[in-house]
């Protein structure tokens, strides 16, 4: 009841002396028209003679009344405003509670995000490493990726150091927003001089603002106000300096260091794989060419035996090569075909160089001693562990679609496709040179044989590519000076 009370009359118990005077006003009104109303028939009553005690009756009952009013008002205020304070505590308290569960749980999100764009970064950073860039292209876009984090106040400034060990200097491989004349002050710096040097000396993180009146007077400007040092480590090999340029309200913190020292060690990782690779293809090269000059030797070593087939071997390598090129086929069955062209004849090392150079016809006899050079060629051949399958292409350079071929007698998809590459370069070379025992025959006649049996004896795919090579890009033979006198 009093709640209720309390609740309609709340205006009262907030303002007591307002509600007071207003009760005054009200009683003052209710006392006057009391005193006329009844005053006059209780003075008829009694009397004229009362009338002093009758009004003295009315006003000090009105009043003393109002007296117990204003007191009763008194203790319902402050009852009333004891739990008006009571409920404000309790609200500022609440308050507060929300106020706390809203700053924590922005910061969660910020953690989240933060963490969030961390993963992005290092995913980032891994995928460049897959990518075919060079090296110094690698860093420019990972430091781009770097000096982009939206949670760190940088500069948009900063560099990649790696160093140098036979000049034990840093170079400075990857720049983003530095001026021409820092760049070209800093471009190498001794690795025991600079910050730079120290700092991947430490194998620790650096956070530095005593660099600015040496790069003032160095390069005459003044951009920046923090420097991020972090070494780029690959277990005991120093391999280079992170530069980061933060402003100057920015600390970096042990969070931060953290995730800044992940960088770093993939960075290590990419620029130790890319290092590794550089000297692994290195190597490849070289063995490449190695490789190259023993075949050759070997193509020397046949032709050395039989002068009139000097040049055959790189001609039809040639040959082969532009015919599988126009084929489309991949960059390794191109290599394959090339480095097969060149010594497809190694077998003939084993056939008595009379018998090669014999000007009139050839036997039966010697003609089939003549047939074993593929497999002498692929005995030899077999034992090198190539990249390409060079023995069986040599193998099979003579093998025909409808097995009429030797020495297998292998047909169609049997055949591996550079070896029947190959063999329609080898007769078209064949056929338009000149031999011992028959004049050349010319290109034109060799364009008819592999185009009569287009399909029966060779390849439909190969014999097209050779066609549109001679009458559509004037494909042509080169000879070397040597090679021209056995030609006429």
């Known amino acids: 009841m009093i709640r209720s009370f309390r609740k309609?009359?709340?205006?009262?118990?907030?303002?007591?002396?307002?509600?007071?005077?207003?009760?005054?006003?009200?009683?003052?009104?209710?006392?006057?028209?009391?005193?006329?109303?009844?005053?006059?028939?209780?003075?008829?009553?009694?009397?004229?003679?009362?009338?002093?005690?009758?009004?003295?009756?009315?006003?000090?009952?009105?009043?003393?009344?109002?007296?117990?009013?204003?007191?009763?008002?008194?203790?319902?205020?402050?009852?009333?405003?004891h739990g008006l304070v009571l409920r404000s505590e309790e609200n500022v308290e609440l308050l507060n509670q929300v106020k706390k569960q809203l700053s924590e749980r922005t910061e969660m999100e910020e953690e989240l995000k933060r963490n969030y764009q961390i993963q992005t970064l290092l995913s980032s950073l891994l995928r460049v490493s897959l990518t075919n860039m060079t090296l110094d292209e690698q860093l420019d876009?990972?430091?781009?990726?770097?000096?982009?984090?939206?949670?760190?106040?940088?500069?948009?400034?900063?560099?990649?150091?790696?160093?140098?060990?036979?000049?034990?200097?840093?170079?400075?491989?990857?720049?983003?927003?530095?001026?021409?004349?820092?760049?070209?002050?800093?471009?190498?710096?001794?690795?025991?001089?600079?910050?730079?040097?120290?700092?991947?000396?430490?194998?620790?993180?650096?956070l530095s603002d005593k660099v600015k009146k040496r790069h003032i007077v160095k390069s005459g400007e003044h951009f920046f106000n923090v420097h991020y040092y972090l070494p780029i480590i690959h277990g005991k090999d120093r391999l280079g300096v992170l530069n980061l340029l933060l402003s100057g309200t920015h600390l970096i913190n042990d969070k931060e260091d953290e995730f800044f020292h992940s960088v770093a060690d993939?960075?290590?990782?990419?620029?130790?794989?890319?290092?590794?690779?550089?000297?692994?293809?290195?190597?490849?090269?070289?063995?490449?060419?190695?490789?190259?000059?023993?075949?050759?030797?070997?193509?020397?070593?046949?032709?050395?035996?039989?002068?009139?087939?000097?040049?055959?071997?790189?001609?039809?390598?040639?040959?082969?090569?532009?015919?599988?090129?126009?084929?489309?086929?991949?960059?390794?069955?191109?290599?394959?075909t090339r480095i097969a062209g060149i010594v497809h004849d190694l077998g003939k090392i084993s056939v008595p160089s009379e018998i090669l150079s014999k000007p009139g016809a050839i036997s039966t006899i010697e003609h089939m001693l003549i047939n074993t050079h593929p497999q002498k060629g692929f005995e030899i051949l077999n034992s090198i562990n190539f990249p390409w399958p060079i023995a069986q292409i040599v193998l099979q350079h003579h093998e025909r679609l409808d097995g009429s071929g030797y020495p297998a007698g292998l047909t169609k998809d049997n055949i591996l496709i550079e070896a029947r590459v190959l063999s329609v370069a080898d007769v078209v070379e064949a056929m338009a040179s000149h031999r011992p025992y028959r004049p050349s025959r010319g290109i034109q006649l060799a364009m008819e044989e592999i185009t009569e049996n287009r399909g029966t004896l060779y390849d439909t795919r190969v014999v097209d590519a050779c066609m549109k090579l001679f009458l559509n890009k004037g494909f042509k033979f080169d000879l070397l000076p040597n090679e021209e006198r056995f030609q006429a």
């Not at 004229?48 to 009344?65: D, E, R, V």
């Not at 106040?153 to 004349?181: H, R, W």
């Not at 190597?283 to 020397?300: D, E, N, P």
């Open 8 to 81: 309609k009359f709340n205006l009262f118990f907030q303002f007591p002396t307002i509600s007071f005077i207003l009760l005054t006003s009200i009683a003052l009104a209710l006392a006057y028209t009391i005193q006329k109303k009844v005053g006059n028939e209780v003075f008829l009553l009694f009397g004229n003679g009362h009338a002093g005690k009758i009004n003295i009756i009315i006003w000090g009952g009105i009043g003393l009344s109002f007296v117990f009013i204003y007191i009763y008002i008194q203790v319902l205020f402050r009852s009333t405003s």
């Open 266 to 336: 993939v960075l290590a990782g990419i620029i130790e794989q890319r290092r590794t690779d550089d000297k692994l293809n290195q190597t490849v090269s070289t063995l490449r060419t190695a490789l190259g000059g023993t075949i050759h030797a070997m193509a020397m070593t046949v032709e050395s035996r039989d002068p009139y087939t000097a040049g055959h071997q790189r001609r039809v390598s040639n040959l082969a090569r532009a015919i599988a090129t126009e084929m489309g086929l991949s960059h390794d069955q191109i290599e394959g």
């Open 141 to 206: 876009e990972i430091l781009d990726q770097i000096i982009s984090i939206t949670w760190l106040d940088m500069t948009s400034k900063g560099c990649i150091y790696l160093f140098d060990p036979e000049q034990e200097v840093l170079v400075m491989n990857a720049y983003m927003g530095l001026p021409d004349s820092l760049i070209k002050s800093f471009q190498k710096n001794s690795d025991n001089l600079c910050l730079c040097g120290q700092t991947m000396g430490s194998g620790k993180g650096r």
